[in-house]
């Protein structure tokens, strides 16, 4: 019996998706419009996970420049197909803005989990979003999900499957539709995985009701992987849409299974924390609950029917805690691969060898803007952390400021920096209108210390560890319809020249 807490993963890490390669569960979650992407994490117990390496890993694999916030990769599926390692994800292009890049389905492949993955293989023939692979002895099924071709009612999807030619990307026929949800009037039907069913047939688990409040598991039985599939009559078989805003976990949905090699099932989910009951910083997060089964129907959280924050159950061990205390003093010849770039690789805005023990960051476009921001960003842990950084500030000609970013989106963000000639700003960013909140003064000359404190939803900023003010940033919680993306946190600079930072520390704190 052991002892673990939910999320599973610290920080924002929505759409999960699970499988197992030998001895190890491997898990893979969205990243909309940051890069690297869809990080693969790596466990041999199902409770304390690794990074292991990112699907998009390389610049030639994807170019997201330009794009708005939560635009980009969406809801991969990991999945082994004959010992080898298939990710299936969707490109969605951005809702302000022009952007031409190119959108749709996609695959990648690797023998490893920490790669090298694969170029993109482009799936063409079908829309929408939301794909799974499904192996069927030597034949592999494509599903996804996309808008109902009559849509009697907004919001309504189908859940389609087709076979797939995984060499080549190509349909071997034409998608067919399979589901639309299972509550009358149901609203996007999304993030399905067709698995084998106990005993014979399939099982299509999927996700309704949207990736909010009301989002729910349901599941769909048949005989053939084509359908037809009948609604579970106890569905929804997971949700949290019945406990309100101010439970401790709210809008659960968008499960995957992974199966044990003693042959018990485990169940990764999502869910959002509020923060004494409003929306929290994070986002979606990654919960993991046991899966039991009653007449080939899948029981999650037996007795219970909840992702609870504590969770004790047999088969996995007491979970290690979290690392409290993160430090990055660039002093290696590459950078921490949780660090993330918006619509590209960090690695093309971000030198860590230019000048030793720091890293050189190439001033990019205004961070509230949707564009090209230089800013070095990654997973705020918690909503109680001290981030600091220390930022040499480099005199000149033009303009150019330079500091920490608290980052949902470019509509939403906090910015705390100091300019060529030492003056201090700190700024709000809410529903796109900027705010300048604080004014603050250091030398021109020399590094400066700048530092947020989160705790709940206020942030207090300080300078060279004095108080410079405190702001109440709920209004920064990422919001429905398209709230996709938790905070992310760390340097930042923007227009011209470039800045030196010696150092990045994020410490978790208690009470967590």
Same mark, same amino acid.
């Given at each position: 019996?052991? #002892?673990?807490?939910?999320?599973?993963?610290?920080?924002?890490?929505?759409?999960?998706?699970?499988?197992?390669?030998?001895?190890?569960?491997?898990?893979?979650?969205?990243?909309?419009?940051?890069?690297?992407?869809?990080?693969?994490?790596?466990?041999?117990?199902?409770?304390?996970?690794?990074?292991?390496?990112?699907?998009?890993?390389?610049?030639?694999?994807?170019?997201?420049?330009?794009?708005?916030?939560?635009?980009?990769?969406?809801?991969?599926?990991?999945?082994?197909?004959?010992? #080898?390692?298939?990710?299936?994800?969707?490109?969605?292009?951005?809702?302000?803005?022009?952007?031409?890049?190119?959108?749709?389905?996609?695959?990648?492949?690797?023998?490893?989990?920490?790669?090298?993955?694969?170029?993109?293989?482009?799936?063409?023939?079908?829309?929408?979003?939301?794909?799974?692979?499904?192996?069927?002895?030597?034949?592999?099924?494509?599903?996804?999900?996309?808008?109902?071709?009559?849509?009697?009612?907004?919001?309504?999807?189908?859940?389609?499957?087709?076979?797939?030619?995984?060499?080549?990307?190509?349909?071997?026929?034409?998608?067919?539709?399979?589901?639309?949800?299972?509550?009358?009037?149901?609203?996007?039907?999304?993030?399905?995985?067709?698995?084998?069913?106990?005993?014979?047939?399939?099982?299509?688990?999927?996700?309704?009701?949207?990736?909010? %409040?009301?989002?729910?598991?349901?599941?769909?039985?048949?005989?053939?992987?084509?359908?037809?599939?009948?609604?579970?009559?106890?569905?929804?078989? %997971?949700?949290?849409?019945?406990?309100?805003?101010?439970?401790?976990?709210?809008?659960?949905?968008?499960?995957?299974?992974?199966?044990?090699?003693?042959?018990?099932?485990?169940?990764?989910?999502?869910?959002?924390?509020?923060?004494?009951? #409003?929306?929290?910083?994070?986002?979606?997060?990654?919960?993991?609950?046991?899966?039991?089964?009653?007449?080939?129907?899948?029981?999650?959280?037996?007795?219970?029917?909840?992702?609870?924050?504590?969770?004790?159950?047999?088969?996995?061990?007491?979970?290690?805690?979290?690392?409290?205390?993160?430090?990055?003093?660039?002093?290696?010849?590459?950078?921490?691969?949780?660090?993330?770039?918006?619509?590209?690789?960090?690695?093309?805005?971000?030198?860590?060898?230019?000048?030793?023990?720091?890293? #050189?960051?190439?001033?990019?476009?205004?961070?509230?803007?949707?564009?090209?921001?230089?800013?070095?960003?990654?997973? %705020?842990?918690?909503?109680?952390?001290?981030?600091?950084?220390?930022?040499?500030?480099?005199?000149?000609?033009?303009?150019?400021?330079?500091?920490?970013?608290?980052?949902?989106?470019?509509?939403?963000?906090?910015?705390?920096?100091?300019?060529?000639?030492?003056?201090?700003?700190?700024?709000?960013?809410?529903?796109?209108?900027?705010?300048? %909140?604080?004014?603050?003064?250091?030398?021109?000359?020399?590094?400066?210390?700048? !530092?947020?404190?989160?705790?709940?939803?206020?942030?207090?900023?300080?300078?060279?560890?004095?108080?410079?003010?405190?702001?109440?940033?709920?209004?920064?919680?990422?919001?429905?319809?398209?709230?996709?993306?938790?905070?992310?946190?760390?340097?930042?600079?923007?227009?011209? !020249?470039?800045?030196?930072?010696?150092?990045?520390?994020?410490?978790?704190?208690?009470?967590?």
């Amino acid at each position: 019996m052991g #002892r673990y807490r939910n999320p599973i993963l610290p920080g924002c890490h929505p759409d999960p998706s699970i499988c197992r390669l030998g001895d190890r569960y491997l898990l893979v979650t969205s990243t909309f419009e940051y890069l690297p992407g869809l990080p693969v994490h790596a466990s041999t117990n199902l409770v304390d996970w690794e990074l292991v390496g990112h699907a998009i890993h390389r610049e030639e694999q994807l170019d997201l420049r330009g794009l708005d916030g939560s635009s980009g990769l969406y809801a991969p599926t990991i999945r082994v197909v004959g010992g #080898r390692l298939v990710v299936v994800c969707t490109v969605v292009g951005s809702e302000e803005g022009p952007w031409s890049g190119r959108t749709g389905h996609f695959l990648v492949t690797a023998e490893d989990p920490a790669g090298p993955w694969s170029d993109p293989v482009w799936i063409d023939g079908v829309g929408g979003f939301d794909p799974s692979i499904t192996v069927d002895g030597d034949r592999v099924w494509l599903c996804g999900t996309r808008l109902a071709a009559a849509a009697e009612w907004p919001g309504r999807t189908e859940v389609w499957i087709a076979e797939l030619d995984l060499e080549s990307g190509a349909l071997r026929g034409e998608p067919v539709p399979i589901w639309t949800g299972a509550a009358a009037r149901a609203v996007w039907a999304e993030g399905p995985h067709v698995l084998p069913r106990p005993g014979g047939g399939w099982m299509l688990l999927a996700a309704e009701g949207g990736t909010d %409040l009301d989002h729910a598991v349901v599941t769909a039985y048949a005989e053939e992987i084509t359908g037809p599939y009948t609604g579970d009559t106890g569905n929804p078989r %997971l949700t949290h849409r019945d406990l309100g805003s101010g439970a401790e976990i709210v809008a659960v949905g968008h499960a995957d299974l992974v199966d044990t090699p003693a042959g018990e099932t485990w169940a990764v989910a999502l869910g959002s924390h509020p923060v004494a009951g #409003r929306r929290g910083l994070l986002g979606r997060r990654t919960s993991l609950v046991p899966v039991g089964w009653e007449g080939a129907r899948p029981l999650f959280a037996p007795g219970t029917a909840r992702v609870a924050p504590v969770v004790e159950a047999p088969g996995v061990p007491d979970a290690a805690p979290w690392p409290s205390l993160v430090v990055d003093d660039f002093d290696g010849v590459t950078l921490d691969p949780a660090w993330n770039g918006v619509g590209r690789m960090p690695q093309l805005f971000a030198d860590p060898v230019a000048r030793p023990g720091h890293v #050189r960051l190439r001033a990019g476009d205004d961070p509230g803007t949707v564009g090209l921001p230089a800013f070095l960003g990654r997973r %705020l842990p918690s909503e109680r952390t001290r981030v600091e950084a220390t930022v040499a500030t480099v005199p000149g000609e033009g303009t150019l400021r330079a500091g920490l970013l608290l980052r949902v989106g470019e509509r939403q963000l906090l910015e705390l920096a100091v300019d060529r000639g030492g003056e201090v700003v700190l700024a709000r960013v809410q529903g796109g209108l900027r705010a300048e %909140l604080a004014r603050g003064r250091v030398a021109a000359s020399g590094p400066v210390l700048l !530092g947020l404190e989160i705790v709940d939803l206020v942030a207090a900023a300080s300078v060279d560890g004095v108080p410079l003010a405190s702001v109440d940033v709920a209004g920064l919680a990422p919001l429905p319809p398209r709230g996709f993306v938790g905070a992310w946190v760390g340097p930042f600079a923007a227009g011209d !020249g470039f800045v030196d930072v010696d150092r990045v520390v994020l410490e978790t704190l208690p009470g967590v």
